[in-house]
């Protein structure tokens, strides 16, 4: 919009909002008057405001699908430490989004283990009723057939988060068969560990029914407290039974555990 000056010319409202230089100059060339003077679609594209970092950073989301995997990941990785230069709406709404339906097709699942900690970055802090309003939990569906070591650590790492978000039905359903897949992944003890110390929050062990606990969590608790070629996974093991035995009935220890 723009107004008429004591001086009998248009002063742009642009002037009254808070924008760097490049964008003031942009709308002040499509602005201007008379209309002839205005500047073209050519000068529009060549503007500088659509060649800054942020913006090109978008541009590669876009086209992230067609690109090589390790180009792509290489992308992900720098890209991470700079959402916070981006609004919040931006973050949810388009990157956020964008990712995840790259990520659901993109050569096998290969970008999960780079998407999904930008995924829990822009998640914190998330109500539970915006989640569902942008369908993360549908979208987050295809990572947990995963059976790479490096998305379910990525995974593990957003089960909390996961639950306050998605709810139990979700939890019971995708995240802990997908804990239980972390749990029993030989030769990665950083994960095996890591599953043990989700599983054994009370946060997590108490949002999901006693059934559920006993039969798909409790056997493969058991088979890295006995079976783990780790030690140090079997003594997660061992204390992630400890805490969940207040919650086991007698028949489940007699009969499970011991």
């Known amino acids: 919009r723009a107004r008429r000056s004591s001086e009998g010319k248009y002063q742009s409202a642009v002037y009254s909002v808070e924008m760097n230089d490049h964008c003031r100059q942009l709308l002040l060339g499509l602005l201007s008057v008379p209309i002839s003077s205005r500047i073209g679609m050519s000068m529009v594209l060549t503007s500088p405001v659509f060649h800054q970092t942020e913006v090109m ?8 699908g067609s690109k090589d995997p390790a180009e792509a990941a290489t992308f992900l990785k720098a890209f991470r430490p700079s959402l916070s230069s981006y609004p919040t709406y931006l973050k949810r709404n388009t990157i956020l989004v964008s990712l995840l339906l790259t990520a659901s097709k993109f050569h096998d699942g290969k ?12 998640c914190t802090d998330m109500t539970p009723q915006e989640a569902v309003s942008l369908g993360i939990d549908k979208m987050l569906v295809p990572a947990f057939s995963s059976e790479d070591s490096s998305t379910l650590k990525a995974l593990v790492e957003m089960v909390l988060l996961l639950q306050n978000l998605c709810g139990q039905e979700f939890v019971e359903k995708y995240a802990v068969n997908m804990l239980g897949k972390a749990m029993v992944k030989e030769g990665s003890p950083d994960l095996q560990e890591s599953a043990l ?18 039969v798909s969590l409790l056997p493969r608790i058991c088979w890295v407290a006995v079976k783990s070629e780790q030690l140090s996974s079997r003594v997660n093991a061992l204390m992630c039974l400890a805490k969940t035995f207040n919650r086991l009935k007698n028949e489940a220890i007699v009969s499970k555990v011991m």
């Open 197 to 214: 110390s989700a599983a054994s929050e009370n946060a997590f062990s108490d949002s999901i029914g006693q059934n559920v606990l006993e």
């Open 111 to 122: 970008l999960w283990p780079f998407i999904l900690p930008i995924a829990h970055d822009i």
């Open 57 to 64: 950073a978008l541009r590669t989301i876009d086209a992230l």
